[in-house]
């Protein structure tokens, strides 16, 4: 390299960018929220040492401008640091990317040491050739010598360990993040190769800084939602673990509006506003996250947030007064971080379950019951997981109930509706209302119909076997399996395995408010009627009923819900109203199934106001199918 002065290829522009380029980024990341994982960590470490560096280049250099008498002991010591602080961000990186790519211990570990043996060597020789002036050197009059160039070598070992790591492992991060890398690390050796070939040194800083502003990019941004100044879910099972790992204790305030929970729906605009207001108003150092389109979620440090009561206080009246002008339906829950659910990092399914069991536009405060109640629910939840994979169609776990139907016209039961159970080990019996709906959300539901329908065929056919008169038996189904293209398949397979007729079955079926479900449930019921399987419309009176539509449809029985059944016991021109719906179904050929008849006075009213069928505990509650034998009755003759 020859005699050469050291400063004459150093301007400290590069090197103040970076410091101005690392400030810029922490308040990027005080300002955001950002995921606190380990690699955040060490991407603050880098950010560190990357600072510590620039400015050791500047020092080092205006140490050499103004050493006295040719004295650069000064210049030496900076000098080691300086390099010292470059390979640890190096080495950093190495952690980084092994985080980053969850590599095994026993692929991690040999890549550790490879990456420890280059740092030290590099440090340690650097600074036994400073002190023994056999590397870099400076004379009396200011040249330098550069002896064997440590600095480089030990560069270059680190690129081929990194390039390696990126290039074995790279199916282990997301393609696209992992383009963004060798984007930043090429730019970073062509600044260095460039240097390099002129004979600069500004810009080695520099060329450390781009890998750490990918990171920050490509890993640590969480952008908010900047209307709504939410951040995604994801973010929030980041934080609940970081709280749980601290041992920190959170609130959470949960707002779910259903009209809103649809996909292409949004919360509108003035009411981001107000939620935008809530999450940062009352709270400090709180996180808004968006769970769904039409659910958020608030979370708050409770060490920070000691009135927390008197925030909640303040919160539910103001969110009163923005009801009031909103009305938008809701459910609000409210609560403190709870170990299990922490641990389990489940707070979404624990809301969700306690929304289940909530009424609309009410305020719900945690307790540990719902704990209690959310065990349950997993386990539930796991039972039917079971159920569906194995679908053995005579599960034990899932039992047929039935309530025998009372039929006017012959005055006999010869008819019934199948009603489901499960039997868990771990908790006994579960009724519909605790597993219908976690069946329906899951898409468990048409497993279990099939369990229902086939123990009910094996029941028909047993009663036809001893003689009894069977009309028929009904079991229900969900409106979600209609569109199931397998549906008609399955049924038809179940019914004719068991050689029992068709019509010796009958399907409950619920309105649907919706008008593709009501196309699609039209043509399922036509390929059942065809079967000459009957249907009944049940659940009528419970929702918003469309006449129109129900004309449209063949129904056989239309069931009149416990709840027309008690309205008609109120006054007179209630019956009379229950009465003509009753006898339009009548004359236009429906039958009339009353349910919920409790007792002599129900049964009186319901066959004055045109029953063909009476269900009720007057009669039976329901009980296990195969004692069904104790009400039919057998064939005459
Ligand atoms: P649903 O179809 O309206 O069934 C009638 C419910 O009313 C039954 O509750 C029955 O026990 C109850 N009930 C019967 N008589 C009386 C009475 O006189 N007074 C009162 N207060 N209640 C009476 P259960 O068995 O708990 O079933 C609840 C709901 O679960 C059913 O309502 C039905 O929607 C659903 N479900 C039951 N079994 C099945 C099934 O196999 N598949 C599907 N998809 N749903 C089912
Ligand atoms: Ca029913």
Same mark, same amino acid.
């Given at each position: ?20 380029? %690392? ?25 560190? *040492? ?5 400015? %050791? ?48 211990? *026993? ?28 590397? +870099? ?7 330098? #010598? ?11 070992? +680190? ?12 199916? $282990? ?29 500004? +810009? ?32 929030? =099972? ?42 940062? !108003? ?40 923005? /009801? ?19 641990? =389990? ?13 909530? !009424? ?11 704990? !209690?109640?959310?065990?349950?629910? !997993?386990?539930? &939840?796991? @039972? ?16 047929? /109930? ?65 003689? /009894? ?38 399907? @409950? ?25 009957? &249907? *009944? ?22 069931? +009149?819900?416990?709840? &027309? ?9 209630? @019956? ?17 199934? *009353? ?15 045109? #029953? ?8 039976? $509650? ?13 064939? #005459?003759?």
């Amino acid at each position: 390299m020859g005699q050469q002065l050291y400063f004459d290829n150093y301007s400290p522009v590069g090197d103040i960018i970076v410091l101005a380029i %690392c400030f810029v980024m922490l308040i990027l990341v005080s300002n955001s929220y950002v995921n606190k994982t380990k690699n955040y960590s060490l991407f603050l470490n880098m950010i560190f *040492y990357l600072i510590l560096a620039a400015i %050791c280049d500047v020092v080092h250099h205006h140490l050499y401008a103004h050493a006295v008498n040719g004295n650069y002991t000064g210049v030496y010591v900076v000098r080691v640091l300086y390099h010292t602080f470059l390979f640890s961000i190096l080495l950093l990186y190495i952690v980084y990317i092994v985080e980053l790519q969850h590599l095994e211990s *026993y692929r991690k570990i040999p890549i550790m040491i490879i990456a420890s043996i280059i740092y030290f060597t590099v440090i340690i020789t650097d600074i036994v050739m400073t002190v023994t002036k056999t590397g +870099f050197r400076l004379n009396k009059d200011g040249s330098m #010598a550069t002896g064997l160039n440590i600095f480089m070598l030990g560069y270059l070992a +680190f690129m081929v360990e990194i390039i390696y790591l990126m290039i074995a492992y790279r199916d $282990r991060i997301y393609k696209k993040a992992m383009f963004g890398f060798y984007g930043t690390m090429m730019v970073s050796f062509f600044i260095l190769y460039n240097q390099g070939k002129h004979g600069q040194s500004s +810009f080695t800083v520099a060329t450390f800084l781009f890998p750490v502003i990918a990171m920050l990019y490509l890993v640590h941004s969480t952008p908010y939602d900047v209307e709504l100044g939410a951040i995604n879910v994801m973010a929030m =099972k980041d934080l609940v673990k970081y709280y749980y790992n601290k041992k920190k204790d959170f609130l959470f305030m949960s707002l779910y509006m259903p009209d809103f929970d649809m996909e292409g729906k949004s919360i509108p605009q003035n009411l981001q506003g107000t939620i935008r207001r809530f999450a940062s !108003e009352y709270f400090k150092k709180s996180v808004l996250f968006q769970i769904n389109n039409g659910h958020v979620l608030l979370m708050a440090p409770k060490s920070l947030n000691p009135d927390h009561e008197n925030r909640l206080n303040k919160i539910l009246n103001s969110f009163e007064i923005e /009801y009031n002008k909103f009305k938008f339906d809701y459910k609000v829950i409210i609560g403190e971080s709870i170990e299990e659910i922490s641990r =389990k990092n489940e707070y979404i399914s624990f809301i969700k379950n306690i929304h289940r069991n909530m !009424e609309l536009n009410s305020v719900y405060i945690v307790s540990f019951d719902d704990v !209690e109640s959310f065990n349950r629910y !997993e386990l539930i &939840l796991e @039972e039917l997981d079971d159920i569906f994979k194995k679908r053995d169609l005579d599960d034990p776990r899932v039992l047929a /109930y039935c309530q025998p139907v009372f039929n006017i016209k012959t005055k006999k039961y010869d008819t019934a509706e199948a009603l489901m159970r499960l039997k868990l080990s771990e908790i006994g019996m579960v009724f519909p209302d605790q597993f219908i709906p976690i069946a329906e959300e899951h898409g468990y539901i048409h497993v279990l119909t099939e369990i229902i329908l086939k123990k009910t065929c094996d029941e028909i056919s047993r009663l036809i076997r001893d003689g /009894y008169d069977v009309n028929r038996i009904s079991v229900n189904v969900s409106v979600l399996e209609l569109r199931d293209e397998e549906f008609i398949k399955d049924v038809d397979k179940i019914i004719g395995d068991s050689q029992i007729p068709n019509g010796k079955v009958a399907i @409950e079926i619920t309105e649907s408010q919706n008008d593709s479900d009501f196309m699609l449930m039209k043509n399922k019921i036509d390929e059942l009627k065809d079967r000459g399987i009957k &249907l *009944y419309l049940d659940d009528f009176g419970t929702g918003y009923s469309n006449m129109e539509r129900i004309m449209e449809l063949p129904f056989d029985i239309i069931k +009149f819900d416990r709840s &027309l059944v008690l309205a008609s016991d109120s006054d007179e021109r209630s @019956e009379k109203m229950v009465g003509s719906l009753a006898s339009m179904f009548t004359e236009l050929n429906f039958s009339v199934l *009353y349910e919920g008849v409790e007792n002599d006075v129900d049964e009186k009213r319901c066959i004055n106001m045109s #029953a063909s069928y009476l269900q009720g505990y007057k009669y039976s $509650r329901p009980i296990p199918i195969y004692e069904l034998n104790k009400f039919f009755s057998k064939v #005459a003759g």
